[in-house]
């Protein structure tokens, strides 16, 4: 590729990669939940040209409650398709309905058969996860993304 176009791919895919090793590693060296931790399982679907696009569904737990959930949404940067499944850390949670909503999020996944997969993402009312999990198939992505979590209906309430 020549010119002004070749030079836009070569920085696209330079900083996809970049982004994607630097949150690989940090998911790599991230220390467990803290006690006090409201804790998720998550188990999605994520594919891609370019544009990404995941969906999925999970469970909240807080203590002795347990609330199920799905999540859409998607992204840039993405190229191919992936399962994952793995735990993430929920912080800042002040009340269960603030857990629903739109998130931004920094991820990566490196896949190819097996690989992993690792998220951060924060709400507007300062609700942080920090995701990380096994991943299965054949997709590199190092995005940056919107999803949507939302509390099935009957247990939306506080």
Not at 1 to 13: H, I, N, Q, W
Not at 55 to 83: E, I, K, N, Q
């Amino acid at each position: 590729m020549r010119g002004r176009a070749g030079l836009s791919y070569r920085f696209v895919a330079g900083a996809s990669s970049v982004l994607l090793a630097l949150t690989t590693l940090s998911h790599a060296a991230r220390a467990a939940c803290g006690e006090h931790d409201v804790r998720i399982e998550l188990s999605a679907r994520q594919v891609g040209v370019m544009v990404g696009y995941m969906w999925g569904r999970g469970v909240l737990h807080d203590g002795p409650h347990a609330y199920p959930f799905t999540v859409r949404g998607g992204g840039m940067l993405s190229l191919g398709g992936a399962r994952m499944s793995g735990l993430g850390c929920v912080r800042n949670l002040a009340r269960i309905r603030d857990f629903n909503g739109t998130y931004w999020t920094v991820g990566g996944t490196a896949t190819l058969g097996r690989g992993t997969t690792g998220i951060d993402m924060e709400n507007a009312r300062g609700v942080d996860i920090q995701f990380s999990g096994r991943s299965h198939g054949a997709q590199l992505s190092g995005q940056v993304s919107r999803l949507y979590f939302r509390l099935a209906a009957r247990q939306a309430q506080p």
